[in-house]
C-alpha cells in the first residue's frame, strides 16, 4: 500500500484526528506532497485509516446538519403518516427503480399482512411511463428527504464519524 511505504501513519494521523481533515483533503494533500505516487486516493486514505484505528475525534453533526436531517425526516414522515391515515394502506404501489419513498416501501412490506390482498407483491417495479401520477412526486419528495440524508451520512462517513462499510 502506498501510504504505507511513504511512512507517514503519525503525519496522517495528526491530518484526521488533530486538524480534522477529510479522507478527500488528506488525499488532495498526500497527492500534492507526493506527485506521481499511486494509491494516495480517498478511498485508499478511507481503507488505511479504517485498518490502522484512525477517526477524528470530534464526533458531533454540526446543528445545521443535524436541523437539516431532522426536517427532512419530519417531512417524509408527516406526509407518509398524512397520506396513510387518509387513504389506508395501497396492496401494491408502483416504483420505477425501487428506491423512491424508501419509508413507504418498508412499511407496505412490514405490514403486507394486513393488506386486502396479500398473495402479489406489496410493490411492483414499472417504467415511469407506466406509473401513477402521484409518483411524479416523489423527484420533489428525493430532493427533500433521501438526498439530504444521503449526503450526510457519506460527509459523516468521510469525516471518519460512521463506518458505512463494516
Avoid at 499511486?38 to 445545521?64: M, P, T, W, Y
Avoid at 406526509?79 to 391515515?85: H, I, K, P, Q
Wanted: net charge positive; charged share 30%; proline share 2%.
Amino acid at each position: 500500500m502506498a501510504i504505507q511505504s511513504l511512512g507517514i501513519h503519525n503525519y496522517l494521523r495528526k491530518l484526521v484526528e488533530n486538524d480534522k481533515k477529510s479522507h478527500k483533503e488528506v488525499s488532495f494533500l498526500l497527492r500534492q506532497a507526493h506527485p506521481g505516487v499511486n494509491g494516495l486516493s480517498e478511498r485508499s486514505v478511507r481503507r488505511f485509516c479504517a485498518q490502522h484505528s484512525i477517526r477524528s475525534r470530534d464526533r458531533s453533526l454540526s446543528k445545521a446538519d443535524l436541523d437539516a436531517v431532522v426536517s427532512s425526516a419530519v417531512a417524509e414522515q408527516e406526509v407518509f403518516r398524512e397520506t396513510l391515515l387518509h387513504y389506508g394502506l395501497w396492496d401494491q404501489v408502483r416504483v420505477e427503480h425501487g428506491k423512491e419513498f424508501y419509508l413507504l416501501l418498508f412499511v407496505e412490506e412490514r405490514l403486507k399482512l394486513y393488506r386486502n390482498n396479500n398473495t402479489r407483491q406489496p410493490y411492483v417495479q414499472t417504467q415511469s411511463k407506466q406509473n401513477h401520477a402521484v409518483e411524479r412526486l416523489w423527484v420533489e419528495m428525493n430532493c427533500r428527504t433521501n438526498y439530504p440524508v444521503k449526503r450526510a451520512l457519506v460527509q459523516m462517513e468521510n469525516e471518519g464519524v460512521i463506518d458505512m462499510e463494516g
